[in-house]
């Protein structure tokens, strides 16, 4: 059965505190794994697609990472404006998307 | 920038209305997707369409029919709304890979 499991549901950081977010998957024929952001009440923003395992990609202080089995969300130096829900999402057979119950962060000035 | 939009952004419906949530994308997309999100259960999939006329059942889609009539637009009905389908709707289109969202539908069945 296709899965994806983000740990940890929430997380609470100080500013300048840097962290990782995971994201592990079982999912067959994997095509992609993503990364979202989601600001409550609006729908997700996309950030990052990551292919193949080894693969890295930055944008600003954020940092995605992916192995076989996970993917990690690096974050360093946090700031108050990064404080959303972080979601993992993988690309299945038939271009299905599915989607991890998300990572809640809170970075506290 | 693609550009995915959803009819409303708050409805309130009463229990045993049929209830419409419409989807349009701009970028000529073979694939769209409706999903609901609820508070610790992330994101699930309800219904996807990957062409016109064609769809998929997701993971969810008792209580849920879906349309696509035209490529563009991914309609998703509510046979008779029910209190339990109280949620925030998300549509999504896809290309060969990224999926991009709409703003969602909070939808309230009272």
């Known amino acids: 059965e296709d899965q994806v499991t983000q740990s940890p549901e929430a997380l609470r950081l100080q500013e300048g505190e840097s962290s990782s977010l995971n994201c592990s998957y079982t999912?067959?024929?994997?095509?992609?794994l993503f990364w979202y952001r989601q600001d409550p009440g609006k729908g997700p923003e996309f950030l990052f697609t990551?292919?193949?395992a080894g693969e890295e990609k930055e944008k600003e202080r954020l940092k995605a990472t992916l192995t076989k089995k996970e993917s990690f969300l690096h974050i360093t130096a946090p700031k108050p404006e990064d404080s959303a829900t972080y979601l993992c999402?993988?690309?299945?057979?038939?271009?299905?998307?599915?989607f991890g119950s998300g990572t809640k962060l809170n970075v506290k000035p | 920038d693609v550009k995915v939009t959803q009819s409303s952004r708050y409805l309130v419906k009463r229990t045993g209305e049929k209830v419409f949530l419409e989807c349009v994308q701009d970028?000529?997309?073979?694939?769209m997707f409706w999903y609901r999100q609820d508070p610790g259960l992330g994101l699930r999939l309800i219904y996807f369409?990957?062409?016109?006329?064609?769809?998929e059942k997701g993971d969810i889609p008792e209580g849920y029919s879906v349309s696509r009539e035209k490529k563009e637009r991914f309609s998703l009905i509510l046979e008779s709304a029910s209190t339990n389908q109280t949620s925030m709707y998300l549509c999504?289109?896809?290309?060969?890979?990224?999926?991009?969202f709409g703003q969602g539908t909070r939808l309230t069945v009272v």
């Open positions: 999912v067959s024929g994997l095509r992609g």
């Open positions: 999402a993988v690309q299945a057979s038939f271009n299905k998307f599915y």
């Open positions: 970028m000529d997309h073979e694939n």
């Open positions: 999504a289109s896809s290309g060969r890979d990224r999926a991009f």
């Open positions: 990551l292919y193949s």
């Open positions: 369409s990957y062409d016109v006329k064609m769809k």
